[in-house]
């Protein structure tokens, strides 16, 4: 069976609640991470669904957990959804060509993020 | 004495024990209701949540019956803190735990205090708790005569959004002196579309600050439905509102407007040229290259600069038409001209070119850096002729330039 299990990663540890909150409360294994080193941390040492990531974060940022989820070969096809606060063109546009496969942006609604996070395990689940 | 020194040594040590003791009795204290806080937080929040996501309708259910004042606390901040990172339904779920736990009947009450700071807060949390019933007294906060109170109030309505708050808050932009001008415009460009129409239909009554804050929040919304109102301002007797309609245009990018962009180009005043050429940049009009062109002779630096640019912005067609003006009988579009294509790496691209012996490359080439050289901004031309990393180029550029420059 496939894994359930996602990856929240936020270092702002209230909208990592309330995602982790949401998910759960569909049935779904939560993990949350409060930067990008720790997250990368719990990819290599959990078979993971997908990863929810913040894009500003210290230590490693969004776009930097996203390359070095793609450059690994263990699991470079990973989905990664990314939910930022940065609304402009340039960085949705640069967030996806990083290879995300969607981007959302904060404050968030909560049930379109949920639906996103499905339409993105389902299309997983079918190439798979 | 002996005996005296003693005491007075005995006193102050005491004195300082027994502040000692407090202080740690203190900040015990304040860890275990800290503990605590933390303790009742961890375990109301994912019922607040669970409630949050899901069908009951009453948050008192989910909290089994009416909360502790202490528990209210807590209630309060983990509502106040989820409640302005989400959108939605949740959102308005919150907001309506908010009114139901009796949050919001004691902001507003709150902003009627006697302590200043006491408004503040009310103001801010009722614009977190998105209580659109808030809108009124809010409105009435605005006229506060403490500036923090007035500020909280005028973020709240933003928050809120609504036509009743943008109206309200849009006539701030008529007192300067009681309002930071750039405050409000950021708090109705980030109240978005909704802002739009109160902003216009308030423009006549506005002062010339206000009006010209009001094309610039137009055009940073960009929504495109006010283009026939920016292009009636395009046509405004005074000169900064024609300009500042420009910005806004060329901000929309509606391609439809820009024959009346290239009109601008011509209007009688620099600044409405200047701006008009901006925003033809911006909209990368290529149908504009002729009028750019031309307005590259423009008495104006700003006019030049920007139709220069613009010609540049617009691609491989405009910066032809640059390499042409590069032998125009005008020194200053030669000027900017050859100033632009420096900026866009066009210079260094034709220099490279000489390296192309023989072929039509290497004669235009050629010709170019001889129309660059009498146009006699040759800057970059001289930095080439002594980094460019083949020599066959450098050789070439310094027999193309003349001793003196060299």
């Given amino acids: 069976m496939a894994s359930k299990q996602i990856l929240v990663v936020d270092d702002d540890a209230v909208t990592a609640r309330f995602i982790a909150s949401l998910l759960r409360e569909h049935d779904y294994d939560v993990l949350v991470a409060e930067d990008g080193a720790h997250a990368l941390e719990l990819v290599e040492r959990h078979e993971l669904a997908m990863v929810v990531s913040d894009l500003v974060m210290p230590y490693r940022d969004g776009y930097s957990v996203l390359r070095a989820i793609r450059r690994n070969e263990k699991f470079h096809d990973l989905p990664v959804l990314l939910l930022s606060m940065r609304d402009r063109e340039e960085d949705i546009v640069r967030g996806l060509e990083e290879g995300a496969d969607d981007y959302v942006i904060k404050p968030f609604n909560a049930r379109e993020l949920l639906a996103r996070i499905r339409k993105i395990l389902h299309r997983k689940r079918k190439v798979s | ?406």
């Fill in chain 2, 1 to 406: 004495m002996h005996q005296v020194l003693i005491w007075v040594i005995l006193t102050i040590s005491s004195i300082f024990l027994a502040l000692t003791i407090l202080i740690v009795i203190n900040k015990a204290w304040r860890e275990t209701q800290a503990a605590r806080h933390g303790r009742r937080r961890r375990d109301l929040e994912p019922r607040i949540l669970s409630w949050a996501h899901g069908g009951e309708k009453s948050v008192r259910t989910a909290l089994d019956g009416s909360p502790t004042a202490l528990e209210k606390q807590a209630i309060e901040q983990i509502l106040l803190d989820h409640i302005q990172r989400v959108r939605g339904i949740e959102r308005e779920r919150m907001a309506q735990a908010m009114e139901q736990l009796g949050f919001i009947d004691e902001y507003l009450d709150g902003l009627h205090s006697r302590r200043w700071w006491r408004r503040a807060e009310a103001a801010e949390k009722l614009g977190l708790a998105a209580s659109k019933r808030a809108i009124q007294a809010l409105s009435d906060a605005l006229d506060d005569e403490m500036p923090e109170v007035r500020l909280r109030a005028a973020k709240a309505l933003g928050q809120l959004g609504g036509v009743a708050s943008a109206r309200k808050l849009v006539l701030a932009l008529n007192e300067p002196n009681r309002w930071s001008t750039i405050r409000v415009a950021d708090i109705l460009i980030g109240m978005g579309q909704e802002s739009i129409d109160p902003v216009i239909d308030a423009f006549d009554d506005l002062t010339r600050e206000g009006q010209l804050a009001v094309l610039d929040i137009v055009g940073r919304i960009r929504p495109i439905a006010a283009t026939p109102w920016l292009l009636e301002k395009t046509r405004d007797e005074a000169t900064d509102i024609r300009a500042r309609a420009c910005h806004a245009l060329g901000s929309i990018g509606d391609p439809n407007v820009s024959p009346d962009l290239i009109t601008a180009l011509k209007d009688p005043e620099w600044p409405v040229r200047a701006m008009a050429a901006k925003a033809l940049g911006r909209m990368l009009v290529a149908d504009a290259i002729p009028e750019l062109s031309h307005a590259l002779r423009d008495p104006q630096w700003w006019v030049r600069h920007n139709s220069a640019r613009a010609l540049r912005a617009i691609g491989p067609r405009g910066l032809e038409a640059l390499e042409k003006l590069v032998a125009d009988g005008d020194p200053f579009a030669r000027e900017q001209a050859v100033l632009m294509l420096e900026e866009a790496g066009r210079v260094d691209t034709r220099a490279g070119e000489l390296v192309l012996q023989g072929s039509t490359a290497h004669t235009a080439a050629k010709l170019f850096i001889e129309r660059v050289v009498a146009a006699g901004t040759t800057g970059r031309l001289r930095v080439l002729s002594r980094e460019h990393p083949v020599e066959d180029v450098r050789r070439e550029l310094l027999a193309l330039l003349p001793e003196e420059a060299v």
